[in-house]
């Protein structure tokens, strides 16, 4: 409870003014949320040591209006950028001081330092990587046939071990990916995490760059197009590559071209998955960092779930909306239809390419492992890597967003028992 007598400890927070609003929060907690202007000038009085009456009266003073800050500073005090402070508005000198180290996130690569990171991404290596793109794409205009279709992933011999290469490589391009990511957002100055998370049901790979917040907003595309970035430079590079083998610059063993095909064509199918604009991919954020939407995904959901509830004429559970932007509520109403187009041909590839592919293979895989060395050893591993590499990370996905649908479907019918 908060009186007015009473003054507030304020954690120190970054600002960035986002249209109307302004976003507030922590970067070593990783917690953001956006607010009028008036408010941050009312945080300000209590940093500065004002009680909370005393920053009633001046904000009286020049609105006209008395603020209601007990619900506000609730709120805050629950997102960890305010407490109560009896003495001083200094939060170093609060002996609860060591207790808010538990709620600091733990960053990853922390310790890179941003001159590096500066540098890595620093004006002279953009333009090398742009004059190794413009390369490649001359290479591929005098020798179309290095630039690889979908028959690349088609290996002549050793599948097996041509697949298991392909995997290896493929996650550690991932890795790379993700670290494009972490180090541009270094050179922000914003630290990062890496982790795994998943868009419906496919695992993915992602870094936490929540702390971008905390900058303006044009200094944000950097860090996250850095990850498309290095997966088209690494793309061109081999194509490259391949492009003085086809010269006979070079010479490449025949499993190593292959091998950088199918890369290659990974990249592309990389690319394409980033265009998916319907879940959160490294486009999808620079699109919503565009606009100025600061939830565009949550906010695009809830809009749909309202329109469907107008529709069968049932206002409880409607969740208002009057209080995001007329600008951003534009830009939810046009990017709803691309969710739900988006989001129907995803279940339905899931329904009827995904998971009858899947339960072939698996029959196949099955009747290979029980069988054991008795049908040959080479079958018996062909079906333990194909079991372990593509259908464990599918199988994990699908069992994930399922469980999330089943909470989301409970904590639904929680919400509608208490409103009834």
């Known amino acids: 409870m908060y009186t007015s007598e009473m003054k507030v400890a304020v954690f120190p927070f970054s600002r960035q003014e986002e249209g109307s609003e302004v976003v507030i929060g ?31 009266e001046i904000y009286r003073a020049k609105y006209g209006v008395i603020p ?25 000198s609060s002996p609860d001081a060591r207790t808010d180290a538990s709620q ?28 190794i793109v413009t390369l490649a794409a001359v290479a591929v205009f005098r020798a179309p046939t290095i630039f690889p279709g979908r028959s690349a992933f088609v290996f002549p011999h050793d599948k097996t071990l041509m697949m298991l290469c392909l995997v290896l490589m493929g996650y550690a391009t991932v890795f790379l990916h993700e670290m494009g990511h972490l180090v541009a957002a270094r050179a922000r100055g914003v630290s990062s995490r890496l982790g795994i998370s998943r868009r419906m049901w496919v695992l993915v790979a992602e870094t936490d760059m929540t702390g971008l917040w905390s900058v303006p907003r044009r200094q944000r595309y950097l860090p996250m197009l850095a990850g498309p ?8 590079i081999m194509l490259l590559v391949l492009f003085a083998a086809y010269r006979h610059w070079i010479l490449l063993p025949t499993p190593v071209q292959e091998l950088m095909s199918a890369m290659c ?78 989001r129907a041909v995803a279940l339905l590839s899931l329904f009827f390419i995904t998971i009858p592919v899947m339960l072939s293979y698996l ?52 919400r509608r028992a208490y409103a009834t």
């Open 104 to 131: 600091r996130r733990r960053y990853h690569f922390s310790n890179i330092p941003q001159s590096v990171a500066r540098a890595l991404f620093g004006p002279v290596v953009l333009t090398m990587q742009g004059l």
């Open 265 to 342: 064509f990974v990249y592309m199918m990389r690319l394409l998955w980033q265009c998916y604009f319907f879940v959160r991919t490294d486009f999808y954020y620079v699109i919503a960092n565009f606009f100025g939407c600061k939830s565009l995904m949550r906010d695009t959901e809830v809009y749909v779930r309202n329109q469907f509830l107008r529709l069968v004429s049932s206002a409880r559970s409607r969740v208002d909306q009057s209080y995001i932007p007329a600008a951003e509520r534009r830009v939810i109403r046009a990017y709803a239809w691309i969710w739900m187009l988006g």
């Open 26 to 56: 922590r970067a070593d907690t990783g917690v953001f949320l956006s607010v009028p202007p008036d408010a941050v000038e009312i945080l300000d009085l209590l940093a500065a040591g004002k009680t909370v009456g005393r920053a009633q």
């Open 363 to 414: 029959t196949t895989c099955s009747k290979a492992l029980l069988a054991g060395f008795s049908a040959g050893r080479y079958a018996f591993f062909d079906a333990l890597f194909t079991f372990t590499f593509i259908f464990v990370p599918i199988l994990i996905g699908l069992v994930w967003w399922g469980g999330s649908l089943v909470r989301r479907r409970r904590l639904d019918d929680i």
């Open 68 to 92: 209601e800050l007990e619900e506000f500073l609730d709120i805050l005090q629950a997102k960890g950028l305010v407490r109560p402070s009896e003495a001083t508005g200094a939060y170093e």
């Open 229 to 236: 970035m290095i997966d088209v430079t690494s793309a061109a």
